[in-house]
């Protein structure tokens, strides 16, 4: 049984350009949540999604970001017009779905704005 | 709102030495409690959990209790490996209905010298 797949698992991307990171959670998981690791600190809760509805993006940035979940196919999170300060690592974990489950994590993908 | 506070780090012990790593909490209701690992260049695996007041999670040796009235979960294990070499982070989950969204500490780096 795979784990949680993302990619890329590094992406470089110039000031203004846009970011797509992909997450394919384990087999049997229809629960997404997607936290950002700044350099330094701890993960930070960004958004959380079922299949094809949006749950929780009480920690999404207003502006430039945007994550889906659809039918068939991975979550992507989207960073539109990348700054530096996006530079971080991006970490997706699953779940089955059941209060309290046990949210398992992908190796993250690190994005790094020049 | 949810917080996770741990002590400083960076941590360095000997092999076969004794481990603590403190981490108290502030929630609204009554939170599960985590400690995940981190090991370089990967994503987080889960290391132990506790769902409720005087649980304790264990596993490979690590041992954490659920303390409500110090509002505490501390990490400990008796005899460290070179191989527990990595990031800790402690975490909460206050769920929602099927909303486990995680609040994490800072983590902190243990060093385990041979």
């Known amino acids: 049984n795979a784990g949680v797949m993302q990619n890329p698992r590094h992406l470089v991307r110039r000031r203004g350009q846009e970011a797509r990171l992909r997450c394919s959670p384990m087999?049997?998981?229809?629960?997404v949540y997607w936290y950002r690791q700044l350099p330094e600190e701890g993960l930070k809760f960004m958004v959380y999604?079922?299949?094809?509805?949006?749950?929780?993006e009480s920690g999404m940035p207003k502006e430039r970001f945007s994550a889906e979940f659809p039918k068939e196919g991975p979550s992507i999170l989207r960073i539109q017009q990348v700054v530096r300060g996006d530079s971080a690592a991006y970490f997706c974990?699953?779940?089955?779905?059941?209060?309290?489950?046990?949210?398992?994590f992908g190796p993250g993908t690190r994005l790094t704005v020049l | 709102g949810n917080s996770v506070t741990q002590m400083e780090g960076p941590v360095t012990l000997s092999e076969e030495a004794f481990l603590t790593i403190n981490c108290t909490y502030t929630?609204?209701?009554?939170?599960?409690l985590f400690w995940y690992v981190q090991y370089p260049g990967e994503g987080l695996q889960l290391l132990l959990k506790?769902?409720?007041?005087?649980d304790k999670g264990s596993n490979k040796g690590f041992e954490a209790t659920y303390r409500k009235e110090t509002t505490s979960f501390h990490l400990e294990k008796g005899s460290v490996q070179v191989s527990d070499s990595a990031v800790y982070f402690c975490a909460l989950s206050d769920a929602t209905g099927a909303n486990s969204k995680l609040t994490f500490g800072k983590g902190i780096t243990l060093s385990v010298r041979p």
């Open positions: 999604l079922q299949k094809e509805n949006i749950i929780d």
């Open positions: 506790a769902t409720k007041a005087d």
């Open positions: 974990a699953s779940s089955p779905g059941q209060v309290a489950d046990t949210q398992y």
């Open positions: 087999k049997g998981h229809s629960h």
């Open positions: 929630a609204t209701g009554y939170p599960s």
